[in-house]
């Protein structure tokens, strides 16, 4: 009896061994369930349709009116009617932390990024939202917790090039020309006829000596304006195909009407056989918003001095005549 009982384990322990194996396959090859999918932050888009339903006091005070807002990780974030980014912690409803934006800012969510020092941090992304004719791929990010504003990586960046000002650059508020116009001085000549024509024979405007072996000049001009002192330089790139000139207008705001004025205003720049020389504006109107850039005016090449004066308008002596806003 003991003898058939042992031969019994025995053969059990070995058909046991026999299909543990093929067990296992099955396991392994059996269909494992998806996993789910990753929760998505909520994001809202105010772009048109602003409303409101509340008010929030700020630290001090201020009482700012906004919507229902959207909320992760425990934080409610509302982009309010007076354009400020305002944080409240769900369980509380304290204000843990609130900034000022721009009305550029439409769109609002989450995302998690990192920083220029490599660390992740969740954060609130503001987007100027889907009825942006301009910037559409800007975004500004603040840290979630503290409303820290954060540089990303990968954002909108510098041009391509090495930064640089004009050697020497001048503006002013009046000429003799009432249309706008940009033009590429590339010779003595030019540069005598084209100051005449803009300010007049006796003009000190803009006569310091330019080694136009070396150098030549960028002269950009509004004509009939409003409200404006001249034409200036943000800044200037230069990389291996053109020199990009970034320009901006010295604006100002009058009571009871505005100055006619005619802008303009001429940088002094390398001389690069084979560049294309770039005239950018400053297009963003919006307080606080992120820099916007419009091309103003462009050329291929170093015109010759017979097509650089078949650019320049002619002279107008009645200065005030045709304005248009």
């Known amino acids: 009896m003991i003898r058939r009982t042992a031969a019994l384990a025995l053969l059990l322990a070995l058909g046991f061994a026999a299909t543990a194996p093929a067990l296992l396959r099955a396991e392994e090859e059996a269909p494992r369930p998806p996993a789910p999918p990753p929760v998505r932050p909520p994001s809202a888009d105010h772009s048109g349709n602003r409303e409101s339903n509340t008010w929030i006091e ?3 005070g201020t009482r700012v009116a906004v919507g229902k807002g959207v909320e992760w990780q425990g934080v409610r974030v509302h982009l309010a009617l007076t354009w400020h980014l305002v ?10 932390w609130h900034r000022n934006t721009s009305a550029f800012w439409n769109e609002i969510g989450f995302r998690e990024v990192e920083t220029k020092d490599g660390a992740k941090v969740q954060a ?3 987007g100027p939202g889907r009825r942006a004719r301009r910037g559409k791929d800007l975004r500004q990010y603040h840290d979630l917790r503290t409303g820290e504003k954060l ?20 503006d002013g508020d009046q000429s003799h020309v009432a249309e706008s116009f940009g033009l590429l001085v590339t010779s003595k000549e030019v540069w005598t006829q084209v100051r005449e024509r803009l300010w007049g024979a006796d003009s000190k405007n803009a006569t310091d ?3 136009f072996e070396k150098e030549v000049v960028l002269v950009l001009s509004s004509g009939n304006s409003w409200n404006c002192d001249g034409i200036t330089c943000a800044a200037c790139w230069e990389d291996e195909k053109r020199i990009l000139v ?4 010295k604006t100002y705001q009058t009571m009871n009407g505005g100055n006619k004025t005619r802008p303009w205003g001429a940088f002094v ?23 916007l850039w419009k091309e103003l005016w462009r050329t291929d090449r170093l015109p ?3 097509e650089a004066l078949k650019d320049l308008p002619p002279r107008s002596d009645e200065p005030h005549e045709g304005w248009d806003r």
Do not use: C, H, M
Not at 158 to 166: I, T, V
């Open 87 to 96: 944080a409240v912690d769900v369980e509380t409803g304290k204000v843990l």
């Open 269 to 291: 720049l390398p001389r690069r056989e084979g560049s294309v020389y770039v005239a950018e504006r400053a297009a963003q109107n919006l307080i606080g918003g992120p820099a």
């Open 304 to 306: 010759k001095d017979e």
């Open 124 to 126: 609130v992304e503001l």
């Open 209 to 211: 000596e330019i080694d």
């Open 151 to 170: 540089e990303v990586p990968g954002g909108p960046g510098a041009p391509s090039g090495d930064l640089f000002l004009p050697r020497k650059a001048w």
């Open 58 to 60: 700020l630290p001090g």
């Open 246 to 249: 970034r320009t901006g207008r």
